[in-house]
T-cell receptor
Framework: SQELEQSPQSLIVQEGKNLTINCTSS?????LYWYKQKYGEGLIFLMM?????EEKSHEKITAKLDEKKQQSSLHITASQPSHAGIYLC???????????FGPGTRLSVLP | SQTIHQWPATLVQPVGSPLSLECTVE??????LYWYRQAAGRGLQLLFY??????ISSEVPQNLSASRPQDRQFILSSKKLLLSDSGFYLC?????????????FGQGTRLTVV
Protein backbone atom coordinates (compact mmCIF):
# COMPACT_ATOMS: atom_id res chain seq x y z
CA SER A 1 0.00 0.00 0.00
CA GLN A 2 0.99 3.57 -0.54
CA GLU A 3 2.85 5.19 2.35
CA LEU A 4 3.59 8.85 2.80
CA GLU A 5 6.16 10.41 5.07
CA GLN A 6 6.36 14.05 6.04
CA SER A 7 9.12 16.16 7.47
CA PRO A 8 9.52 17.92 9.72
CA GLN A 9 7.03 16.54 12.20
CA SER A 10 6.60 19.98 13.70
CA LEU A 11 7.90 23.42 12.92
CA ILE A 12 7.99 26.70 14.83
CA VAL A 13 8.92 29.81 12.89
CA GLN A 14 8.93 33.52 13.49
CA GLU A 15 6.38 35.54 11.56
CA GLY A 16 7.80 36.68 8.25
CA LYS A 17 10.14 33.71 7.82
CA ASN A 18 10.00 31.26 4.95
CA LEU A 19 9.56 27.55 5.52
CA THR A 20 9.36 24.25 3.63
CA ILE A 21 7.49 21.05 4.40
CA ASN A 22 8.34 17.84 2.56
CA CYS A 23 6.27 14.83 1.63
CA THR A 24 7.82 11.59 0.35
CA SER A 25 6.04 8.63 -1.16
CA SER A 26 7.12 5.00 -1.24
CA UNK A 27 5.53 4.67 -4.68
CA UNK A 28 5.00 6.80 -7.75
CA UNK A 29 2.26 9.31 -7.13
CA UNK A 30 -0.71 9.57 -9.45
CA UNK A 31 -1.95 12.62 -7.63
CA LEU A 32 -0.50 14.47 -4.67
CA TYR A 33 -2.69 16.75 -2.58
CA TRP A 34 -1.90 19.27 0.10
CA TYR A 35 -4.37 20.10 2.85
CA LYS A 36 -4.35 22.36 5.85
CA GLN A 37 -6.17 21.55 9.04
CA LYS A 38 -6.68 23.09 12.41
CA TYR A 39 -7.28 20.32 14.94
CA GLY A 40 -10.96 19.66 15.42
CA GLU A 41 -11.88 21.25 12.13
CA GLY A 42 -12.30 19.99 8.61
CA LEU A 43 -9.57 19.89 6.01
CA ILE A 44 -8.96 22.77 3.66
CA PHE A 45 -7.80 21.76 0.21
CA LEU A 46 -4.75 23.74 -0.86
CA MET A 47 -3.40 22.29 -4.08
CA MET A 48 -3.22 19.21 -6.27
CA UNK A 49 -0.18 18.16 -8.29
CA UNK A 50 -0.19 15.47 -10.94
CA UNK A 51 2.63 15.97 -13.40
CA UNK A 52 6.30 15.45 -12.73
CA UNK A 53 7.99 18.81 -12.20
CA GLU A 54 4.67 20.57 -11.69
CA GLU A 55 4.57 23.64 -9.51
CA LYS A 56 1.53 25.54 -8.27
CA SER A 57 1.09 28.61 -6.14
CA HIS A 58 -1.75 30.04 -4.13
CA GLU A 59 -1.17 33.32 -2.36
CA LYS A 60 2.07 32.77 -0.41
CA ILE A 61 2.07 28.98 -0.65
CA THR A 62 3.90 27.10 -3.41
CA ALA A 63 3.89 23.36 -3.91
CA LYS A 64 6.14 21.34 -6.19
CA LEU A 65 6.18 17.73 -7.35
CA ASP A 66 9.52 16.27 -8.38
CA GLU A 67 10.16 14.75 -11.79
CA LYS A 68 10.01 11.21 -10.45
CA LYS A 69 6.66 11.96 -8.81
CA GLN A 70 7.70 10.59 -5.44
CA GLN A 71 8.42 13.74 -3.51
CA SER A 72 6.59 17.00 -3.00
CA SER A 73 7.45 20.15 -1.11
CA LEU A 74 5.23 22.90 0.25
CA HIS A 75 6.87 26.27 0.65
CA ILE A 76 5.40 29.21 2.54
CA THR A 77 6.87 32.62 1.94
CA ALA A 78 6.78 35.33 4.64
CA SER A 79 4.75 33.19 7.05
CA GLN A 80 1.91 34.70 9.06
CA PRO A 81 0.07 33.52 12.18
CA SER A 82 -2.84 32.58 9.92
CA HIS A 83 -0.62 29.91 8.34
CA ALA A 84 -0.46 27.98 11.60
CA GLY A 85 -2.04 24.54 11.60
CA ILE A 86 -1.39 20.99 10.50
CA TYR A 87 -0.33 20.47 6.92
CA LEU A 88 -1.13 17.11 5.41
CA CYS A 89 -0.13 15.62 2.11
CA UNK A 90 -2.46 13.05 0.64
CA UNK A 91 -2.14 10.70 -2.27
CA UNK A 92 -4.35 8.69 -4.52
CA UNK A 93 -2.08 5.90 -5.63
CA UNK A 94 -4.41 3.46 -7.25
CA UNK A 95 -7.31 5.04 -9.11
CA UNK A 96 -8.78 6.41 -5.92
CA UNK A 97 -9.23 3.07 -4.23
CA UNK A 98 -7.33 4.08 -1.14
CA UNK A 99 -6.64 7.72 -0.45
CA UNK A 100 -3.95 7.98 2.22
CA PHE A 101 -2.34 10.80 4.15
CA GLY A 102 1.05 11.57 5.54
CA PRO A 103 1.31 11.95 9.31
CA GLY A 104 1.15 15.74 9.08
CA THR A 105 3.41 18.64 9.95
CA ARG A 106 2.36 20.91 12.77
CA LEU A 107 3.26 24.51 12.01
CA SER A 108 3.33 27.27 14.60
CA VAL A 109 4.03 30.86 13.59
CA LEU A 110 5.12 33.17 16.36
CA PRO A 111 4.06 36.83 16.10
CA SER B 1 -22.55 20.31 -6.92
CA GLN B 2 -21.33 17.63 -4.60
CA THR B 3 -21.75 17.97 -0.85
CA ILE B 4 -20.99 15.76 2.09
CA HIS B 5 -22.86 15.78 5.37
CA GLN B 6 -21.51 14.37 8.58
CA TRP B 7 -23.22 14.34 11.95
CA PRO B 8 -23.24 14.93 14.79
CA ALA B 9 -20.59 17.64 15.03
CA THR B 10 -19.75 16.85 18.63
CA LEU B 11 -20.52 13.91 20.84
CA VAL B 12 -19.79 13.00 24.44
CA GLN B 13 -20.38 9.36 25.26
CA PRO B 14 -19.68 7.22 28.33
CA VAL B 15 -17.33 4.26 28.16
CA GLY B 16 -19.15 1.13 27.09
CA SER B 17 -21.93 2.94 25.26
CA PRO B 18 -22.65 2.35 21.56
CA LEU B 19 -21.71 4.72 18.77
CA SER B 20 -23.20 5.61 15.43
CA LEU B 21 -21.78 8.33 13.19
CA GLU B 22 -23.41 8.95 9.85
CA CYS B 23 -22.09 10.41 6.64
CA THR B 24 -24.02 11.05 3.44
CA VAL B 25 -22.87 12.36 0.08
CA GLU B 26 -24.95 14.25 -2.44
CA UNK B 27 -24.37 15.08 -6.06
CA UNK B 28 -22.31 12.08 -7.08
CA UNK B 29 -22.80 8.39 -7.60
CA UNK B 30 -20.74 5.36 -6.66
CA UNK B 31 -18.17 7.32 -4.66
CA UNK B 32 -15.39 5.77 -2.66
CA LEU B 33 -16.11 6.53 0.98
CA TYR B 34 -13.68 6.80 3.87
CA TRP B 35 -13.63 7.11 7.63
CA TYR B 36 -10.55 8.71 9.19
CA ARG B 37 -9.66 9.35 12.79
CA GLN B 38 -7.35 11.98 14.16
CA ALA B 39 -6.16 11.71 17.74
CA ALA B 40 -5.21 14.96 19.43
CA GLY B 41 -2.12 16.48 17.82
CA ARG B 42 -1.61 13.61 15.41
CA GLY B 43 -2.15 12.95 11.74
CA LEU B 44 -5.06 11.27 10.07
CA GLN B 45 -5.45 7.52 10.31
CA LEU B 46 -7.53 5.70 7.74
CA LEU B 47 -10.01 3.43 9.51
CA PHE B 48 -12.28 2.11 6.77
CA TYR B 49 -12.88 2.63 3.12
CA UNK B 50 -15.59 1.41 0.81
CA UNK B 51 -15.68 1.13 -2.97
CA UNK B 52 -19.34 0.10 -3.13
CA UNK B 53 -22.48 -0.87 -1.24
CA UNK B 54 -21.72 -3.54 1.33
CA UNK B 55 -17.98 -3.47 0.52
CA ILE B 56 -15.92 -2.41 3.50
CA SER B 57 -12.17 -2.62 3.94
CA SER B 58 -10.67 -2.17 7.38
CA GLU B 59 -7.23 -0.70 7.72
CA VAL B 60 -6.67 -1.17 11.44
CA PRO B 61 -7.99 -3.68 13.99
CA GLN B 62 -10.22 -2.03 16.58
CA ASN B 63 -13.61 -2.15 18.18
CA LEU B 64 -15.12 0.01 15.46
CA SER B 65 -17.04 -1.15 12.42
CA ALA B 66 -18.38 0.48 9.30
CA SER B 67 -21.32 -0.19 7.05
CA ARG B 68 -22.53 1.14 3.72
CA PRO B 69 -26.24 0.37 3.45
CA GLN B 70 -26.73 2.73 0.50
CA ASP B 71 -24.50 4.05 -2.27
CA ARG B 72 -24.00 7.45 -0.66
CA GLN B 73 -24.30 6.56 3.02
CA PHE B 74 -21.46 5.49 5.27
CA ILE B 75 -21.88 4.68 8.95
CA LEU B 76 -19.25 4.26 11.63
CA SER B 77 -20.32 2.21 14.63
CA SER B 78 -19.18 0.70 17.85
CA LYS B 79 -20.98 -1.62 20.25
CA LYS B 80 -18.95 -0.50 23.26
CA LEU B 81 -16.79 2.61 23.24
CA LEU B 82 -13.37 2.74 24.83
CA LEU B 83 -11.61 5.79 26.22
CA SER B 84 -9.06 5.42 23.42
CA ASP B 85 -11.83 5.94 20.85
CA SER B 86 -11.86 9.64 21.64
CA GLY B 87 -10.76 11.78 18.76
CA PHE B 88 -11.83 13.65 15.70
CA TYR B 89 -13.55 11.55 13.03
CA LEU B 90 -13.70 12.62 9.44
CA CYS B 91 -15.75 11.18 6.63
CA UNK B 92 -14.56 11.66 3.07
CA UNK B 93 -15.49 10.69 -0.48
CA UNK B 94 -13.70 10.49 -3.77
CA UNK B 95 -14.58 9.37 -7.26
CA UNK B 96 -11.87 7.26 -8.86
CA UNK B 97 -10.55 8.55 -12.15
CA UNK B 98 -7.67 7.42 -14.28
CA UNK B 99 -5.93 10.71 -13.69
CA UNK B 100 -6.40 10.54 -9.93
CA UNK B 101 -8.67 12.62 -7.78
CA UNK B 102 -8.74 14.33 -4.45
CA UNK B 103 -10.85 13.38 -1.48
CA UNK B 104 -13.54 15.72 -0.15
CA PHE B 105 -14.20 15.90 3.55
CA GLY B 106 -17.08 16.39 5.93
CA GLN B 107 -16.70 18.82 8.79
CA GLY B 108 -15.90 16.07 11.24
CA THR B 109 -17.23 14.76 14.54
CA ARG B 110 -15.42 15.46 17.76
CA LEU B 111 -15.98 12.41 19.94
CA THR B 112 -15.14 12.45 23.63
CA VAL B 113 -15.48 9.21 25.54
CA VAL B 114 -15.75 9.78 29.28
Amino acid sequence: SQELEQSPQSLIVQEGKNLTINCTSSKTLYGLYWYKQKYGEGLIFLMMLQKGGEEKSHEKITAKLDEKKQQSSLHITASQPSHAGIYLCGADGNYGQNFVFGPGTRLSVLP
Amino acid sequence: SQTIHQWPATLVQPVGSPLSLECTVEGTSNPNLYWYRQAAGRGLQLLFYSVGIGQISSEVPQNLSASRPQDRQFILSSKKLLLSDSGFYLCAWSVPKHSGTEAFFGQGTRLTVV
